[in-house]
C-alpha cells in the first residue's frame, strides 16, 4: 500500500522536510538549498537523510529509512519479556533473535494534528490508535512529535505523556540515517564525532551491564572517518555543552557537515553503519537497550517512568552547515 508523505518549508531558506505520517510519523527526507561554488553553476540542494528506495511503497522495514522514531523503548528488549513492579509483560519478537526491538510506534499510522505550510504534527496515543497494544504495556500512553524547517534546521519537538493511572516507564530514541557523502565524492573520507568516553559491552547486541573506556568511544569523539567504522554500539559518558550534546557528520570534499543536537535527557547515544554504507546513523536514546532486564541486575539505565498526568519533552536539531 503506497505512503502519502506530507510537505513542509521554510519559504525564506527554501529548505524543504517530508513525513510520513502512515508509517510513524518517519521525517524521511530533508533538503537543504546550498551555495554554488561559482556564479556560473546551476544553484543545488542537498539531500541530508537516507531513505530507502521503495519507502514509499510501504513495503520498506520501517526502521531502516529517515528518523524513526523509537518508543515506548528503544533497542532491544531481550527474549522479548520484561518486568515491571512485579509483574510480566510479553512483546512480539522482531530482530530476527528473539528479542523485541525498537517499540510500537515505529510502524504504526499517527494522526495528524496539525499541517501548516513549515511544520507538521503528529500524535499516537495507544488506547486510541491500537488499544491491542495495552495487554503489552504497564500503561497507556501519548507521544506527540512536532517537526519544522527553521532555516536549513530540521526542529523535532518530542512530547511524551501518561494519560493513564498507573506508572509508565518508558525509553524513547530517534535513529536518524545521514546520508554519505554530504555532496563528496567518498562516503569512506566523511568523518563522524560523537563526543563519547565509554562504551557499552554487548553480547548478541545485548548490554551486559559493564562499560568500558574503549578505544572506538576515544577515536569518535575526535572523530572517525567512516572507513574506519564498522558499529553497531551503545556509547555512553556524552559530554555536553550548556546541556546539549553535538555529533556530527563533515564531508571534507565538499565542506559540508550535519549537526545534530541534543539534550542531556539523552545519556546515550548509538551509533550504526548499514550494510549498504551510504549512511551512518547517530541514535540518541534515554535508556541503555534492555532496561528492564539490567535494573534487575542493580545497573544505572536511566529508564524514565511518568506518574500519572506527568509528562516529557525533549528537542532535536538537525542542522546543515
Request: hydrophobic share 35%.
Amino acid at each position: 500500500m503506497a505512503l502519502e508523505p506530507l510537505t513542509i518549508r521554510d519559504n525564506n531558506s527554501g529548505a524543504e522536510a517530508r513525513v510520513l505520517p502512515g508509517l510513524g510519523f518517519n521525517c524521511f527526507s530533508f533538503v537543504v538549498p546550498v551555495k554554488s561554488k561559482s556564479d556560473a553553476e546551476e544553484p543545488k540542494s542537498l539531500e541530508v537523510l537516507w531513505s530507502s528506495p521503495d519507502l514509499l511503497t510501504g513495503k520498506a522495514r520501517p526502521s531502516g529509512s529517515g528518523i524513526p522514531l523509537m518508543f515506548p523503548f528503544a533497542g532491544r528488549i531481550r527474549g522479548a519479556v520484561y518486568e515491571f513492579e512485579g509483574k510480566k509483560y510479553q512483546l512480539e519478537a522482531g530482530d530476527g533473535q528473539g528479542n523485541a526491538i525498537h517499540g510500537f510506534v515505529i510502524s504504526r499510522p499517527w494522526r495528524v494534528i496539525k499541517h501548516e505550510s513549515d511544520r507538521v504534527v503528529g500524535q499516537f496515543q495507544a488506547s486510541v490508535d491500537d488499544p491491542t497494544i495495552l495487554p503489552h504495556w504497564p500503561a497507556d500512553f501519548r507521544i506527540t512529535c512536532e517537526y519544522r524547517v527553521e532555516g536549513n534546521t530540521l526542529v523535532g519537538d518530542y512530547t511524551i505523556e501518561n494519560p493513564d493511572s498507573t506508572p509508565l516507564p518508558f525509553g524513547f530514541g530517534t535513529h536518524a540515517y545521514f546520508r554519505l557523502p554530504l555532496g563528496g565524492e567518498s562516503a569512506e573520507d566523511c568523518v563522524a564525532r560523537v563526543p563519547a568516553s565509554e562504551n557499552w559491552e554487548l553480547v548478541k547486541l545485548l548490554p551486559t551491564g559493564r562499560t568500558t573506556r574503549s578505544p572506538e568511544a576515544a577515536a569518535l569523539s575526535k572523530g572517525m572517518p567512516a572507513r574506519d567504522m564498522k558499529f553497531d554500539h551503545v556509547f555512553g559518558g556524552l559530554s555536553a555543552d550548556n546541556h546539549r550534546t553535538t555529533t556530527s557528520v563533515h564531508d571534507p570534499k565538499s565542506g559540508h557537515t550535519v549537526v545534530q543536537t541534543f539534550d542531556d535527557q539523552f545519556p546515550i547515544c548509538v551509533v550504526y553503519n548499514p550494510p549498504h554504507r551510504e549512511a551512518v546513523c547517530m541514535e540518541p536514546y534515554t535508556t541503555v537497550p534492555d532496561a528492564f532486564t539490567l535494573a534487575t541486575q542493580g545497573v544505572k539505565t536511566h529508564l524514565l517512568v511518568l506518574a500519572p498526568g506527568q509528562s516529557f519533552r525533549t528537542r532535536i536539531d538537525i542542522r546543515l552547515n
